[in-house]
């Protein structure tokens, strides 16, 4: 059984570019969330995706859009990328929604 | 705005002793609280967890209070171990999404 997967482990990008991190979900589960964490912060929500929907967001503005695929793999796209955005992104999985998540070893994205 | 707080970003411990790590938050609607743990260049783990309507639940050497009058849990490891030297998050749940606190860094010292 294979766990989270996140690609790719590392990025950096310049002010106004897109981005798209990619995130493999634990077999068997079909609920992925996407979390932002900043230095010496927590991680905070952005959205989750349940059966290809997006069924819940955090704070986080337009530019920040997901995808889910059948498979339940998924896309974390954030658009016009601004020097905040700076931060790792953490995929979860979970086998529904509320339910225990597991973490991938996220992206690290940053923005110059 | 922070619903979930972890007021020590520090905790040093000696190995074999008691690490109490502690966790307050404000929204009431919270239906269940968790413990990651999280090892640098590694995503969180999860640690323990427990239902609000508990006040204790009792992992191994884990184990995870909650207090629901005073909104406040905490985490006590013991004995505490080099291996549990990471940082250790809390999190609330409400409804799908988790809150977070900031994390404490716990150092084992042997």
């Known amino acids: 059984e294979t766990g989270v997967t996140q690609s790719p482990t590392h990025l950096i990008k310049t002010r106004g570019q897109q981005v798209t991190l990619r995130c493999s979900s634990q077999s068997g589960h079909n609920t992925v969330s996407w979390y932002q964490q900043a230095l010496g912060q927590g991680p905070q929500f952005i959205f989750q995706?349940?059966?290809?929907?997006?069924?819940g967001r955090g704070n986080f503005p337009p530019r920040f859009s997901g995808l889910q695929f059948p498979n339940y793999s998924s896309e974390l796209n954030v658009n016009a990328l601004e020097l905040d955005d700076s931060a790792l992104y953490l995929c979860?999985?979970?086998?529904?929604?509320?339910?225990?998540?597991?973490f991938g070893s996220g992206t690290q994205l940053s923005v110059l | 705005d922070q619903q979930v707080k972890q007021n020590s970003p520090s905790l040093s411990v000696q190995e074999g002793r008691i690490s109490i790590l502690n966790c307050d938050y404000t929204n009431s609607m919270f239906d269940y609280f968790l413990w990651y743990k999280k090892y640098p260049a590694e995503g969180p783990t999860f640690l323990i967890s427990i239902s609000s309507i508990k006040d204790k639940n009792e992992d191994g050497r884990f184990t995870v209070f909650l207090n629901k009058s005073a909104k406040h849990l905490s985490l006590h490891i013991v004995p505490s171990q080099p291996g549990d030297s990471a940082v250790y998050f809390c999190a609330a749940r409400n409804d799908y999404k988790l809150s977070f606190g900031a994390g404490t860094t716990v150092t084992v010292r042997a």
């Open positions: 995706y349940y059966r290809e929907e997006e069924n």
């Open positions: 979860a999985s979970s086998l529904g929604e509320g339910e225990k998540l597991f």
